[in-house]
């Protein structure tokens, strides 16, 4: 992610900057320019997603968004980050909502998921920045190596293998499935 200008914009700058074509995220009121993932980043979007909204929809428990949605996490300078998936209890945004804009607040569960450019520390940050914006669970998905390293508040980050299950803990209670099912076509 890179840097791409001094002055401070706001939320709205960045809601008028996507609509020309600029993507990225806000960081304290710094544009942070994103680069469009690969196939395999997408594959493993697409899937978690099916996976979380097959146990979140029939259960009415909230909403799934996938990558692209912000979240003002924070203003005056404003922070609008966008994992690449996200889980927002019903508890904290109706089911009938209309959010148009951004979503003003954390999600209840981030996923994060490697693409070529990322490096590890990096991710770990992100992860850790989620966290301390009050988000009770993080996923960070590792496909070079297959693996999923579960992080919340308070606790050290949980790596878990292809062959490991990965659940819900207590932000989605009853949600596991096994990490392989993350990687396959």
């Known amino acids: 992610m890179a840097l791409t200008t ?4 706001t939320a709205d700058d ?15 009121g710094a544009l942070c320019e994103t680069m469009p993932a690969g196939v395999r980043h997408g594959r493993i979007v697409v899937n978690l997603t099916i996976l979380l909204s097959g146990f979140i929809k029939p ?9 692209q949605v912000g979240f003002l996490l924070k203003r005056d300078p404003d922070t609008v980050r966008a994992p690449d998936i ?4 019903a508890k904290k945004l109706p089911l009938d909502a209309d959010v ?3 979503y003003e607040g954390a999600p209840d569960l981030a996923v994060e998921i490697f693409s070529p450019n990322d490096s590890p520390r990096e991710l770990y940050h992100r992860a850790r920045m989620w966290i301390s914006f009050g988000v009770p669970l993080v996923w960070v998905v590792d496909p070079e190596n297959r693996a999923i ?4 508040p308070n ?4 790596r878990l293998a292809e062959d490991d299950t990965l659940d819900g803990s207590e932000t989605l209670p009853g949600f596991s499935c096994p990490v392989r099912d993350l990687f396959e076509l």
């Open 155 to 158: 606790q050290p980050a949980l």
């Open 59 to 67: 259960r009415r428990l909230g909403w799934i968004v996938a990558s």
């Open 14 to 28: 960045l809601l008028r900057l996507y609509g020309e074509g600029v993507r990225g995220e806000l960081i304290q």
């Open 100 to 102: 148009p804009e951004y």
């Open 149 to 152: 390293e579960v992080h919340r």
């Open 86 to 89: 996200a889980y927002i209890s």
């Open 6 to 9: 001094e002055e401070l914009l």
